[in-house]
């Protein structure tokens, strides 16, 4: 990953067809960390849209629960949206396969635990905000 995992945050949200991955800088005025948020997940995007998901077998290794199954889905069986949102960007994930929705709520798992703190499911992050006193 180009940007700081540290500056950054990963939130993961499924959905019956999929999920959404967002990764925003904690600072969302930080425009560094912003716009290499950006340039990685408009990078993933194109890369897993043709089926190359090596990229997340590098970072954290080809027995990443999910990942094998992604790997072998055909081209256009997973479809890949890109968005930018305040401070970051998000991918939404969509397929009509339930074994590759499973595939992929294995995928986010495996990433909320491998990143840590610097990473939530987002029922997680709704509760964050529900708790945070407001000014």
């Known amino acids: 990953m180009p940007f ?13 067809t999929g999920g959404t991955q967002r990764v925003t800088a904690k600072n969302t005025a930080d425009a560094v960390q912003t716009g290499l948020v950006r340039q ?10 043709s089926g190359n998901f090596a ?16 790997r072998a889905a055909r081209p256009g069986e997973i479809r ?9 960007a998000e991918l ?12 992929l709520h294995a995928w986010f798992d495996a990433q909320v635990s491998d990143h840590g ?3 939530m499911e987002w029922h997680d992050v709704e509760h964050v905000r529900e708790s ?3 000014h």
């Open 117 to 119: 703190p610097d990473a």
């Open 55 to 70: 990229g997340p077998a590098h970072v954290h290794g080809a027995e990443m629960p999910g990942l094998a199954a992604l």
């Open 132 to 134: 945070t006193p407001h």
């Open 80 to 88: 890949i949206s890109y968005r930018d949102v305040d401070g970051g």
């Open 40 to 49: 990685h997940l408009r990078e993933i995007q194109a890369q897993f849209s």
């Open 4 to 16: 700081k995992l540290h500056e950054t945050m990963h939130v993961f949200m499924k959905t019956a």
């Open 92 to 103: 939404g994930y969509r397929t009509d396969s339930a074994r590759l929705v499973e595939s």
